[in-house]
């Protein structure tokens, strides 16, 4: 059978990471600035997330390293976006080819102390409870997708229930407005990106330090991107992003499961990417935050 | 906070200037504010009236000058975030709304902080009540802003001011996108605020609004302040006379040639939106070397008649001929090359790009002429040039034409449109509200360029909420109701009392 829970689960592992970065990337993108840099971000976290998991012998420590490397990545952005600032799409872009350069000479140095794989993450039910199969589910989901759904849920409340949310959006929507009401505008969108950075980068590590357990060239394969479509797919709305995640996720656990199948690997692993692209034609066409993508100059 | 009492020094601004790189848009401006008193602020189109009250709303830094807030000195650190604190509150020129926010989201926005993770809603929202039943307006809570009509995102401007305080407000043209009905209302809701104690700044052209509210009215011209005039000391022509570098001649002359050929006819045109009838079979004709008025209150079906004409909405019903060939489903793009040519009622939204400069506006959606390109290359030389005459003839008052067009004032950029909308060589012109937020100078220009226009054999059609320029510039005005033409009046023949019954609809069958 191909849909059991170890299906069920794989399919949770993968979208793990792509829910965390489409997180930051919603942040960023709701404070209006466009953040093409996902992908790089998170190919950083994703190395940084090994190194600490392998350096300190704590994967907790792997995620921790992840996320820092991502909030300064994330800061990286705002100076050249924000502060200076420069096109949105172009340094988007430099970001991601400099991050897969940066990324490949550190695990060139670091190459022989990654040999091994980082240790596991995840906790395992206590005696008692091992025999019940659906405490035994709940343990076997990765604690990082319990982390995802959490983050959601705070992101949310964050975004749409609370004041420094809607200020933000305000910022998203129209800096006239935002300026009028007294927001500093740089200042709102140099800490979004650190949070956006932050996630990306903790994506990035819950990619490697929580799943694949190792590094490899440009392993996050355009993951970042794929967050960046999901958050499009779901309009910049938190659910429907989750969503879009979670589509690929069951995409890509069902290209893996279908290999057994035999043939050309590599076009079972095109299905999630087909589907992405399927679901972001079909989808209604949603608003971006009015101001993403342009430059904001102070007078 | 000090108490705001009657006749008591709000904000004093002391040889104010304001520099942006090697142009003084203000120099050296000293302007007195006191509570209970209304104050105008009038100049030509870039005198700096804006920019001095941006100064006041800390959205810019003073080059030169102290202002003094409550009787304080209040430094060179200035922002927005102090100015409400210190109870100003503003109104832009351009609103500043966010369109996709709901009314009470704008209107709690500016008074957030940004520690208050759990907002009392709830609150605000009574408030929010409270102070709209104060002043009598009907707005619900929850629509989005881009939902609301103009004259409705004018009233959320105001309880945005009001709800965070302000017992300063000051007011950047609030009447020019506002149907006379609704500046009536407006103004005397400026006299309750007056009486009331506000301190209150408004910025108008329109000289006998000023002359009729504000207890002292400043006239600024280039940037310097030429006079400050107490109520009863001067007279229109005064005032007008400072504003002015040089005489005006503001008469008003109606076409005179002989009409010749249909230019645009409307046949039975309707427009239905979700089984509303937006139009409802219009028929109308526009010959050359004629004016033809189109009034009406505002929302009757102004702007989608001028939209179907463009093609940017198409009709359901009905057919639109120019010279007798009809449009059909050809595009705007088709249509503009075709010789119409469209000065629109919201200048942002339809006709200019802000993050251009002026020499791209000028040219937009006319790029791909011999004079401007060859073979997809842009002609820099000859764009240059042509921008260059246009600034002149039209007077844009800027410094270079690449000077982004979001940094000219609000008159200016208007002139931008006009001046490439007219410079096509048109055969027929839709002119919707063309004078919005000219001063009266540029706005009897204008006219008179219209009048031109159609002697040259032009058809024009203007579309304007202001009857005496209906009733100078055309021979025959149409009243629009409920997106039905339900009346056409003679200029010559016109008769206020039976206009008015028109408008209202009273006979509307
Ligand atoms: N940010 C800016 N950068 C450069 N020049 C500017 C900027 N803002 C305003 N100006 C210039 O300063 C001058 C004064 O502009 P301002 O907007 O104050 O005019 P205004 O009196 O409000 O005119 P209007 O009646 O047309 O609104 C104009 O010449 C304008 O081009
Ligand atoms: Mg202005």
Sequence with gaps: MIFDLEFVLSALRIATPLMIVALGVLIAERAGVLFLGAEGVMLCGALFGILGAVYVGDPWMGVVWGLSAGVVMGLVTAVLTVWLPTDQVVMGLAMNIAAIGLTSFIFRIAADDLQQMSPPMGWSAPGALSENPIAAFLFAVPPLAWLAVILYFVVWYMLFRSAPGLLLRSVGQNVKAARSAGINVVLVRTVALALAGGLAGLGGAALTVGWVRSFADDITAGRGFIALAAVYFGRWYPRWTLFGCLLFGLGEALALRTQVLGGNAHFYLMIPYLLTVGVLAFAERGCAPREVGKPYEQL | ?509
């Design chain 2, 1 to 509: 906070m000090v108490e705001a009492s009657p006749g008591s020094e709000a904000v004093r601004l002391e040889g104010i200037s304001k520099a942006f790189g090697s142009f003084k848009a203000l120099d050296n401006v000293s302007v007195t504010l006191r509570y209970g008193e209304i104050h105008a602020l009038v100049g030509e189109n870039g005198a700096g009236k804006s920019t001095l009250m941006n100064v006041l709303y800390g959205i810019l830094q003073p080059s030169a000058g102290r202002m003094l807030v409550g009787g304080q000195d209040v430094g060179s650190h200035w922002s927005t975030r102090d100015a409400i604190a210190h109870q100003i509150g503003m109104i832009h020129q351009h609103f500043s709304l966010v369109m996709e926010h709901s009314v009470l989201d704008n209107i709690v926005m500016p008074t957030l902080k940004w520690t208050d993770l759990a907002p009392k809603w709830g609150q605000y929202r009574e408030r929010f009540s409270e102070l709209s039943a104060q002043f009598g307006f009907e707005l619900s809570p929850d629509t989005l802003v881009g939902k609301l009509s103009v004259g409705q995102r004018q009233q959320v401007e105001i309880l945005k001011m009001l709800y965070q305080g302000a017992k300063i407000l000051i007011l950047d043209e609030p009447t020019a996108v506002l149907t006379p009905q609704q500046s009536d209302r407006l103004l005397e809701m400026l006299l309750q605020f007056r009486d009331r104690g506000y301190a209150v700044v408004i910025i108008t052209h329109k000289l006998e609004h000023a002359l009729d509210l504000a207890d002292h009215i400043t006239v600024l011209r280039n940037g310097r302040q030429i006079a400050t005039v107490a109520k009863g000391e001067g007279t229109i022509a005064d005032i007008a006379r400072m504003m002015v570098s040089q005489e005006v001649n503001t008469a008003q002359r109606r076409s005179r040639s002989a009409v010749g050929e249909v230019v645009l006819d409307m046949d039975n045109v309707s427009l239905d939106v979700d089984g509303v009838a937006l139009l409802d079979k219009i028929s109308l004709q526009v010959r050359e070397g004629e004016i033809l008025g189109v009034a009406g209150v505002a929302g009757n079906g102004q702007s989608e008649l001028a939209e179907t004409i463009i093609g940017l909405q198409s009709t359901t019903a009905g057919s639109i001929s120019i010279y007798g060939k009809e449009l059909g489903t050809t595009s705007v793009e088709a249509r503009r090359r075709g010789g119409i040519a469209i000065i629109p009622e919201d200048r942002h939204a339809h006709a200019v790009v802000g993050e251009m400069d002026i020499a791209s506006n000028f040219i937009m959606g006319h790029e791909g002429e011999p004079q401007f390109s060859r073979r997809g290359i842009l002609n820099r030389k000859n764009i240059a040039e042509f921008a260059k005459h246009c600034i002149a003839e039209f007077d844009v008052r800027t410094r270079s034409a690449e000077t982004k067009l979001e940094f000219l004032s609000g008159g200016n950029q208007q002139k931008v449109v006009i001046g490439r909308e007219l410079s096509a060589n048109p055969r027929l012109i839709i002119a919707h509200e063309p004078a919005r937020g000219l001063d009266f100078a540029a706005t009897a220009y204008i006219r008179q360029r219209l009048v031109q226009a159609a002697e040259a054999g032009a058809g024009v059609l203007l579309i304007s909420s202001d009857l005496d320029e209906l009733m100078e510039l055309s021979t025959r005005v149409v009243v629009l109701y409920c997106g039905r033409a339900v009346g056409t009046v003679d200029a010559d023949a016109y008769d206020p009392q039976h206009f008015g019954s028109l408008m209202a609809g009273a006979e509307a069958a």
